[in-house]
């Protein structure tokens, strides 16, 4: 019998409101930041800015060597891009050259040949063009099951990474790490073998494993916004390992325009600089998801409008974490911050609204839950298209609440508007659609209509 329970909205992605799927713990985290002395001045350089967080989880200015170099050394446990121009990147990349947190340094400048002189005496330095001598990566990891079905059902797709990737070129060492980590019954082990071609272009990848702690690990940086199109899955009995091949796209294949659009469409400009902080939420790592949150917090400016994003990230962590009401207090900071800056039909404050809805269903507060349900229905019908997921999914709150009330005969009504919905806008086969119908079968077993809950 499918839960009747609310539907979460994640204000990620296209916010489609779902029951978040927590996946294994995979991803590196890389913090990028650029010291230029006009970095926040010039139109060139804000442009810049612009481009790095449409494809980045979070970038940091510095105008000051001293400040950014003081940063680098407090961020001990991090893994450091660090971009510079010519005359302050002469002053600070000989101090911080050797730092272990510090991976690669990018020089971003107009004067090459200056720049070369001292550039050349420095190995963390990653030049522009691309490396044939690597013509293989692999990367070993374990995923959970439902992850990896997303994966095998997107053969000859493209993949995005929206961040950087540790990969090796031994695939002896990815296979050994894949095998000797913990995989539970829930999760496949996975060797990804990546087809690095001469002809790839630009920021694509850099050879660091002379700056691993682990010189023998032959690492090998996948740099963020990189794309990959997956060509085959198949297991491997003898080692009992799925693999994976992807090839990695050149910047120019003509058909990944179709890709960043859609890319740009589902993300939204807005949400780049959190969404580091939402996978690790959905990954179910909570106390890293805070850090990120707050950490953010702490570097925006009071009017930045990404902080009601931040509040709302830190609301889903403390509810998912059963701290109702430090989730309560975090959803209506965001929506206070919002009804003064946005207009009062705008899908992020219903967005808001449904989130509250969810933490006084959680607290038992039904009245209290319909009333926000309401509130974010009324914008939705106003805001959104009529067939639009987001509507369906508060009428299934709405529905839910309802039927945790012996209110059979409204949730009925709620999840058959939700219903009709759901099958003009969604795939026939899509869970959601099964998830409805479930519920409703559930209601008519409830109210001794066993026919009609076999239907």
């Given at each position: 019998?499918?839960?009747?329970?609310?539907?979460?909205?994640?204000?990620?992605?296209?916010?489609?409101?779902?029951q978040?799927?927590?996946?294994?713990?995979?991803?590196?985290?890389?913090?990028?930041?650029?010291?230029?002395?006009?970095?926040?001045?010039?139109?060139?350089?804000?442009e810049?800015?612009?481009?790095l967080?449409?494809?980045?989880?979070?970038?940091?200015?510095?105008?000051?060597?001293?400040?950014?170099?003081?940063?680098?050394?407090?961020?001990?446990?991090?893994?450091?891009?660090?971009?510079?121009?010519?005359?302050?990147?002469?002053?600070?990349?000989?101090?911080v050259?050797?730092?272990?947190?510090?991976?690669a340094?990018?020089v971003?400048?107009?004067d090459?040949?200056?720049?070369?002189?001292?550039?050349?005496?420095?190995?963390?330095?990653?030049?522009?063009s691309?490396d044939?001598?690597?013509?293989?990566?692999?990367?070993?990891?374990?995923?959970?099951?439902?992850?990896?079905?997303?994966?095998?059902?997107?053969?000859?797709?493209f993949?995005?990474?929206?961040?950087f990737?540790?990969?090796?070129?031994?695939?002896?060492?990815a296979?050994?790490?894949?095998?000797?980590?913990?995989c539970?019954?829930?999760?496949e082990?996975?060797?990804?073998?990546?087809?690095?071609?001469?002809?790839?272009?630009?920021?694509?990848?850099?050879?660091?494993?002379?700056?691993?702690?682990?010189?023998?690990?032959?690492?090998?940086?996948?740099?963020?916004?990189?794309?990959?199109?997956?060509?085959?899955?198949?297991?491997?009995?003898?080692?009992?390992?799925?693999?994976?091949?992807?090839?990695?796209?050149?910047?120019?294949?003509?058909?990944?325009?179709?890709v960043?659009?859609?890319?740009?469409?589902?993300?939204?400009?807005?949400?780049?600089?959190?969404?580091?902080?939402?996978?690790?939420?959905?990954?179910?790592?909570?106390?890293?998801?805070?850090?990120?949150?707050?950490?953010?917090?702490?570097?925006?400016?009071?009017?930045?409008?990404?902080i009601?994003?931040?509040?709302?990230?830190?609301?889903n962590?403390?509810?998912?974490?059963?701290?109702?009401?430090?989730?309560?207090?975090?959803?209506?900071?965001?929506?206070?911050?919002?009804?003064?800056?946005?207009?009062?039909?705008h899908?992020?404050?219903?967005?808001?609204?449904?989130?509250i809805?969810?933490?006084?269903w959680?607290?038992?507060e039904?009245?209290?839950?319909?009333?926000?349900?309401?509130?974010?229905?009324?914008?939705?019908?106003?805001?959104?298209?009529?067939?639009h997921?987001?509507?369906?999914?508060?009428y299934?709150?709405?529905?839910?609440?309802?039927?945790?009330?012996?209110?059979?005969?409204?949730?009925?009504?709620?999840?058959?508007?939700?219903?009709?919905?759901?099958i003009?806008?969604?795939?026939?086969?899509?869970?959601?659609?099964a998830?409805?119908?479930?519920?409703?079968g559930?209601l008519?077993?409830?109210?001794?209509?066993y026919?009609?809950?076999l239907?």
């Open positions: 019998m499918a839960s009747s329970n609310p539907q979460a909205t994640k204000w990620t992605n296209t916010n489609i409101e779902q978040s799927h927590k996946q294994g713990q995979n991803l590196e985290t890389f913090a990028l930041l650029w010291l230029d002395q006009n970095v926040n001045k010039s139109k060139d350089n804000l810049t800015q612009a481009q967080r449409r494809s980045i989880n979070c970038l940091l200015t510095f105008e000051s060597a001293i400040e950014c170099e003081e940063h680098i050394r407090e961020r001990k446990d991090e893994k450091i891009v660090l971009i510079v121009s010519g005359r302050l990147g002469r002053e600070i990349v000989p101090r050259h050797d730092l272990s947190q510090l991976s340094i990018y971003y400048c107009m090459q040949t200056t720049n070369e002189r001292w550039a050349k005496f420095h190995e963390k330095l990653i030049k522009e691309s044939t001598k690597i013509s293989r990566l692999y990367r070993g990891q374990v995923m959970s099951k439902d992850e990896f079905s997303r994966i095998r059902s997107s053969i000859g797709e993949i995005s990474i929206n961040s990737l540790s990969t090796t070129r031994s695939r002896n060492k296979l050994d790490f894949a095998q000797s980590a913990q539970g019954a829930q999760n082990r996975v060797l990804f073998n990546i087809k690095v071609e001469s002809r790839i272009k630009a920021k694509s990848f850099a050879d660091i494993s002379r700056l691993s702690y682990f010189p023998g690990e032959q690492e090998t940086l996948i740099m963020l916004g990189s794309i990959f199109r997956l060509e085959s899955v198949h297991y491997d009995k003898e080692q009992e390992i799925w693999l994976a091949d992807l090839d990695l796209c050149n910047e120019d294949d003509h058909d990944l325009k179709q960043f659009d859609h890319m740009k469409k589902e993300m939204g400009s807005e949400t780049t600089l959190i969404s580091l902080g939402n996978l690790f939420w959905e990954m179910g790592d909570m106390n890293k998801a805070e850090n990120y949150y707050k950490r953010l917090l702490n570097e925006l400016t009071v009017s930045d409008f990404v009601p994003y931040c509040h709302v990230g830190l609301g962590v403390a509810r998912d974490n059963g701290e109702y009401d430090l989730a309560f207090m975090n959803y209506d900071k965001a929506l206070k911050i919002r009804i003064k800056a946005l207009p009062p039909d899908p992020d404050i219903a967005n808001t609204y449904n989130n809805g969810i933490v006084q959680n607290k038992g039904y009245d209290l839950a319909l009333m926000n349900y309401d509130k974010a229905l009324k914008i939705r019908i106003k805001a959104l298209p009529p067939d997921p987001h509507i369906a999914s508060t299934n709150n709405i529905g839910a609440l309802h039927q945790n009330k012996g209110e059979y005969d409204l949730a009925l009504m709620n999840y058959d508007k939700a219903l009709k919905i759901k003009k806008a969604l795939p026939p086969d899509h869970p959601d659609i998830s409805t119908y479930n519920n409703i559930a008519h077993q409830y109210k001794g209509e026919d009609l809950a239907m």
